[in-house]
């Protein structure tokens, strides 16, 4: 049986998603397939020494971690040791082998010809060429995606294992990839792979990043599309849709506008996803730079000098004892941190100090004041899962259906992100079981998705919609139980008989997203409910198109359930599969 090894790359479309600080590698050629020779520190070594490291060429795109410029971390008064000073023997590491051990064919994994968000298997044949057996003992992908373990046991002298790689390009077309696979082998140094891929533009786009508009009456956008081939092509569907208006005929060539005001009213997305019918570019993608809303400054320059309040400061370290000084020399409950406009009542709700929340609340703090977000601390509270402090601000007058700044309300935090505990809290407070946020997601949505079963049958009990559906990618709460939700919540929803027949923007039914992203037990329930399994996306694609184009761990699972049970494969869909190139 041959072995699998999967990685890819993503968009990502979170309503939310917090900035990251991004470590940058400094970058070196890349070694071949064969293994660094004794005193080479190989494709792990530290980067090339002289001159301006951006300077130096690296036409594979090698990582590499600069060990020399790297602060070295130190205890600040370290606790004094009671044990007492025994002698020790160092220990030896074991020889490692520096002979090459292994053999690729091909020595370079070229998928050849791909489609942007396809993915794409290659087969791989690994010999030992070695007169001693050698065991692989991990894959490693250079992009850190998710991989199976390695052939078993150990390949014999002059034998050789056979594996399936699979890689699946991101939404930009037009580029060529170039991945890095690292086969750890026990005792011998690691030995390199390159996987490479062409990702054609089968159709181009004018622009595919788009610069927001900056105010309520800007003009519509033109892009316009052409066919590469000069084949025509139609544009079937656009997620979210915020054309003035949809093409109706096949042409090589299409002016589209993008219409500002339908943008903003379905969610303001950074991403317009455009379906066509062309086989090998069914979807295209362009990209949005949102501009600051009105009233929406970014955050002030910060002096050095400057510190926040006497009481923010209290709060945020949880000091009672600070936070009464702080009252007593006049310290206001309202003036907030400068750079996240919270108060000191946000960093306790935070925290979930009742003594502070008290102090505060005795000392008339706004339970309703806003953030830089828009986010009030019930909010907070709420997301937390702080049950008592949630019922003090409350009772202090604290709104509980507050909105953000992306409708987000203290019933959509906390049905994601919170207690069901606090859920309960919230609606037995009067709380809209199906407040809706920008993006047209509801807290049965959000719960179905990230949060707890428990969750979400204490929303259906209290009246939430099952069959509602989002704005930004028309699914309901099933599809997003479907995609990350548990098996629990799934069966839930399925008890109160929603709509299995509905589609996303993309055509999809529960059944396919479930295909495409769920596993084998969700998959089983709808069939077991009287899922359609022959039904097909707007591009044609079925259920053993989206599971074979997966290349998460749950990929064989699924193909392995779908493929008997559903009828073959007739869409155009692009090639799955690269044939093993043959022996130069």
């Known amino acids: 049986m041959a072995h699998t090894f999967k990685f890819g790359t993503t968009i990502a479309r979170l309503a939310i998603l917090p900035m990251v600080a991004l470590l940058a590698a400094q970058q070196a050629p890349a070694p071949s397939s064969k293994a660094p020779a004794p005193g080479n520190a190989g494709p792990t070594a530290t980067k090339p020494q002289g001159g301006d490291p951006a300077a130096q060429p690296n036409p594979n795109g090698v990582e590499y971690f600069d060990t020399q410029s790297q602060p070295v971390p ?12 025994v002698a020790t023997t160092p220990t030896v590491a074991a020889p490692v082998d520096a002979r090459q051990a292994i053999k690729f064919e091909p020595e370079i994994l070229n998928l050849g010809e791909m489609s942007a968000e396809v993915a794409k298997t290659g087969k791989i044949k690994i010999t030992n060429i070695l007169d001693k057996p050698v065991k692989i003992s991990k894959i490693v992908p250079g992009c850190g995606c998710t991989t199976t373990t390695a052939p078993p046991g150990e390949i014999a002298p002059g034998a050789s294992a056979e594996i399936d790689i699979t890689l699946k390009p991101g939404a930009k077309a037009g580029i060529q990839l170039s991945k890095m696979v690292t086969f750890q082998i026990e005792g011998h140094a690691p030995q390199m792979l390159t996987v490479k891929g062409d990702v054609k533009a089968y159709i181009t786009i004018s622009q595919d990043m788009l610069d927001g508009p900056t105010s309520p009456d800007a003009p519509p956008m033109v892009v316009k599309l052409v066919s590469v081939e000069n084949a025509p092509f139609k544009i079937t569907s656009v997620l979210p849709d ?36 062309c086989p090998k570019a069914p979807q295209l993608s362009l990209l949005v730079k949102r501009a600051l809303k009105p009233g929406m400054n970014p955050p002030p320059a910060t002096k050095p000098t400057e510190a926040a309040p006497a009481t923010v400061l209290a709060a945020r370290s949880a000091d009672p004892v600070a936070m009464k000084a702080a009252l007593a020399a006049g310290g206001g409950t309202e003036a907030p941190e400068r750079m996240s406009q919270r108060t000191a009542l946000h960093f306790a709700a935070e925290s979930g100090n009742m003594e502070i929340v008290k102090m505060l609340l005795d000392a008339k703090a706004n339970p309703n004041a806003q953030d830089r977000t828009g986010k009030t601390p019930v909010t907070v509270a709420a997301e937390r899962g702080k049950m008592d402090v949630l019922k003090a601000l409350l009772a202090s007058g604290g709104d509980v259906n507050a909105r953000d700044q992306v409708q987000g309300s203290p019933l959509l935090w906390a049905s994601g992100l919170g207690t069901t505990e606090t859920v309960v809290l919230l609606l037995d407070s009067n709380a809209n079981p199906n407040i809706q946020d920008v993006n047209g997601m509801t807290p049965l949505m959000w719960a179905a998705g990230v949060g707890k079963p428990e969750t979400v049958a204490v929303l259906i009990a209290k009246g939430a919609d099952v069959k509602a559906i989002d704005r930004l990618t028309g699914e309901s709460a099933l599809m997003r139980a479907l995609r990350t939700g548990k098996t629990e919540t799934v069966q839930i929803i399925l008890a109160k008989n929603p709509d299995i027949t509905v589609r996303n923007s993309l055509g999809m039914t529960p059944f396919l997203v479930a295909c495409a992203y769920g596993d084998v037990d969700k998959i089983k329930l709808l069939v077991d409910a009287g899922a359609d399994k022959a039904a097909k996306d707007s591009r044609g694609w079925g259920a053993i198109d989206h599971a074979r184009n997966r290349v998460d761990a749950r990929r064989e699972d699924v193909v392995k359930y779908v493929e008997p049970i559903v009828p073959a494969s007739t869409s155009s869909a692009p090639p799955q599969t690269a044939p093993m190139a043959p022996k130069s």
């Open 74 to 85: 130190t205890l600040i008064n370290p606790a004094p040791s009671k044990a007492p000073l």
């Open 242 to 277: 915020v054309l003035v208006s949809m093409p109706t005929e096949s042409s090589v060539s299409h002016e589209v506008s993008i219409d500002w005001k339908k943008w903003e009213a379905t969610g303001s997305s950074v991403k317009i996803s455009i379906m066509t019918d």
